[in-house]
Every structure is written in structure tokens, then in C-alpha cells.
């Protein structure tokens, strides 16, 4: 195979099964250029080669009995935020620092299934808290394209590792935006699946009502194949739904006759830079020029989306980050005079400054005399965002808007919060109500790539894989990788 670290896993999966190569040569393949590239890269947390080739063995055995499945055999990364038993999850934290857990996420257990081979942990923003990966505590990561420019947050490591040879595929985590605004950023697909289409249990929980898993991936068929393996109903998760899922290859090249677009004009305008939205509107001519029909959708209320986030998300975190007091696991301050000024202590020193803005700015929200005035208010909003995508969707099967309002930025060159917040414009509405929305290459400015979002209706996966297949086999963008 040439270029083997840039193939696709769907070819990478032919390959294994006309024997050109086995999963243990993929796999050393993949360490050998991690151990190689990835020191100026950042993109794993922790490397797991014992893991890999123990699992590459067993998926070569299995292909030899004519007992493979499409991600037999294929090495992979998981984002740090997913707990895998007996391997370090530190989700970037200090809290977190040496923590095994002693239970697979359901997606860990599903892709082990399938045959995988799990080459390491990525590298992340601290409990999925960022838009640039450079909250991470242990290290930053930086974007295979631009080492000075970061690959965007806050499954920067994993966009990083699929962008650069390093995997030929991950699973990040998107609260915001965290899988299509790096997948942007980085050159490759990204998918935000459906809320409740793969299973949570095992994700360790950042925002739970707006937390999703999903596929960083080269090409949008790639995207397809790992949603089937780890999409489906699961009962350890209360927020799973009931249903059995397509197979989300069927119909990818079926083309985008007749398919209605709708153009967001809210997000080409202020605050999106000029060449990415140029990018945007060629993208959607070529679309047009296959058949689709594209005219103009108004979304006034989901610009509030930015907002609502920023109470919602840090309302659940205050919540769901109670749980690290330095008693039963992680970090522990044993140098404070007493209970309450050890667990004071623990948590100033064991999170990082992002999180604890988030954990005070929740905590506030939710507090006796502001609860109504926000948190309410903020949930009543959601409400009127989720009304507006279901009308619009009444109008058109798909929404079209950039990922990112500007392509990669240096590392360090956003310090003010509220503007780094505001990178996550573009992707937040879709999780603020709940629907689906993947991430394709569509061009470049300056040598960074720009990504187009499709955002679709609950459950319709297959339409927005379709719609994006047929641009990213109408384009060049996919082809492109870093040289590194």
C-alpha cells in the first residue's frame, strides 16, 4: 500500500482482506510513526503499543477465518475522555492524573468488538473544556498543518492524529462543536451524531444533556463505517434511544438530486471570516451544479445559542464535576489543615483555569435569586432554538453554515475568553438542539483548511452522509494531508 498512513480505513480494510497487509504490520506501522512524529505534535496522551498489537494479533486470526467485519484489523485512537479499563483516562486534568478506570465505555467495548486495534489515548481540552486544545494540563497539541496554530478544541489530539498519519481513525467528544470544529480546522470529517444515537455510558461527563460521541475521520464513508459499530441502543444509558439504526453506508452514493439546502445567511456574515465563507457558498454551488436545490433559511434565534451554552453547559459541569473532591480517586491535596480547606485546595490546584471559570460560572447560574433569571431562562431559549430548526426542516432536508468562523489560529493568540468562546458559534446551535451535523473539507485559505458544516433533523444521519459524500466526491480537499 503507498502512503500507508494516509489511507483511508475503508481501504485500509480491503487491504487486510486481499492480504497486501496484516493488522500487526498496520499496527506497527502507526507506532512507529507516533513515536516518531507525535513529540511535535501532541496528539496522544498516552500510547497503549502492548494493547495494539495484542488486539492486532487477534483481528489478524480472525481474518484468517473469514470471521472480519469492516474495522477488523484497523488501528485506532479513542480521546482521553473515554474510559478504557486499565488504561490511563485523565480527560487532560490533573484531577484525573493516573486514573484507570476499571470499566470500558460501551464505544471502547463496541470498537474492540468489531476487531480494533487501540493505539493510544488523545490528547484533549481539560474535561472537553476549549476550543484550541491548550487547556490540556500535560501538553498542547498542535495542528499538522501549522505546527505554530492550533487544531482546534477540544478533540484537538484526535483531529491532530487522523489529520497526520497518526490513526486512521478516532472517536472525540462534542459538547459545542468538539468534533467538527477541530475536524475543520484540521482538514478531515467530523460527525456530531444525533443526542441519544451512541451510547454516553463510559463518556466521562462534561454538559450530559449536550455531551455526544462520535467519528474524526479521512473520508465521509470512513465517517459512515464507524457510526455503525458504535451507533445503537444501549441500556446502561438512560439517554440512549430505543431504535435500531440504519447501516449508514447504504445510499452514500445515491447524489443530491433534487436534495433541498438550506443556506444559513446568520452565519456568512459578521464575524465569519471572508474566505470561509467564500468557501461555503462554493461548496453549496457545487452541490447545486449535482441537483440540489439551495435557497436561503433564517435562523435569527439560533444566534442566541452562544449564550444559552455558556449557562446551560457550565450549570451541568458545576454539577457533574462535584464528584472530584481528592476522597475516592484523582488528585487529593494532603497538605491542607482540615476537610474543607483539603477539598478547597483540591480543587483550585486539580483543575485547570477554564474549568474552574466554567464550574463558578455554572455555580452562579444555578444559586438561590439567579436560577430563574438564567438557568430558567436559558432552558426556555434552548426551547425556541430547537422550534426554529424544527420549522426550518419543514422547508429543507439539510442546513448549510461554516464549522469554523475563521480557520486555525496560533497557539497563544487568543487569551480573552469570551473571544475564544465565540469560535464555537457555528456548532453550537446543532447541540443545543440536539440534532446531527458532520464537518467536510471544502478549501483552503493561506494552506489551513475550511470546513463546511450540514446540519440535518434528528435521526437523518443518512441524508447528511449522502449530502456530504456527494461534495467530497465532487472536490479535491479530501485528498490533501500535511507534509510532515
Partial sequence: MSELHYQTVTRMSRALAEREVSSAELTEAHLERIAELDPGIGAYLAVTPDTARAQAAEADRRIAQGDAGPLTGIPLQLKDNLSTRGIATTCASLMLEGYTPPYDATVTTRLANAGGALLGKGNMDEFAMGSSNETSA??????????????????????AAVAAGLAPYSLGSDTGGSIRQP?????????????????????VAFASSLDQIGPLTRSVEDAAVVLNAIAGYDPLDSTSIPAEPPDYTNGLQDGVQGLRIGVVPEYLGDGIDPTVAESVKAALAVLESQGAV???????????ALAVYYILAPS???????????????????????MWAALDATRRNGFGAEVRRR????????????????YKKAQQVRTLIRREFH??????????????????????GIVDPIVMHANDICTIPANIA?????????????????????????????????????YEQASEWHDRHPDL
Fill in 138 to 159: 500535560f501538553k498542547t497539541v498542535h495542528n499538522p498543518w501549522d505546527l505554530s496554530r492550533v487544531p482546534g478544541g477540544s478533540s484537538g489530539g484526535p483531529a
Fill in 183 to 203: 475536524a475543520a480546522l484540521c482538514g478531515i470529517v467530523g460527525l456530531k451524531p444525533t443526542y441519544g444515537l451512541v451510547s454516553r455510558f463510559g463518556l
Fill in 294 to 304: 439551495v435557497e436561503e433559511v433564517a435562523l435569527p434565534t439560533s444566534r442566541a
Fill in 316 to 338: 451541568e459541569c458545576s454539577a457533574n464535576l462535584a464528584r472530584y473532591d481528592g476522597v475516592k480517586y484523582g488528585y487529593s491535596d494532603q497538605e491542607a489543615d482540615g
Fill in 359 to 374: 464550574i463558578l460560572m455554572g455555580a452562579y447560574a444555578l444559586s438561590a435569586g439567579y436560577y430563574d433569571a438564567y
Fill in 391 to 412: 420549522d426550518a426542516f419543514q422547508r429543507v432536508d439539510v442546513l448549510a453554515l461554516p464549522t469554523s468562523p475563521t480557520t486555525a489560529f496560533e497557539i497563544g
Fill in 434 to 470: 440536539g440534532i446531527p451535523g458532520i464537518s467536510v473539507p471544502c478549501g483552503f485559505s493561506d494552506g489551513l483548511p475550511i470546513g463546511l458544516q450540514l446540519l440535518g433533523p434528528h435521526l437523518s444521519e443518512p441524508t447528511l452522509l449522502r449530502a456530504a459524500y456527494a
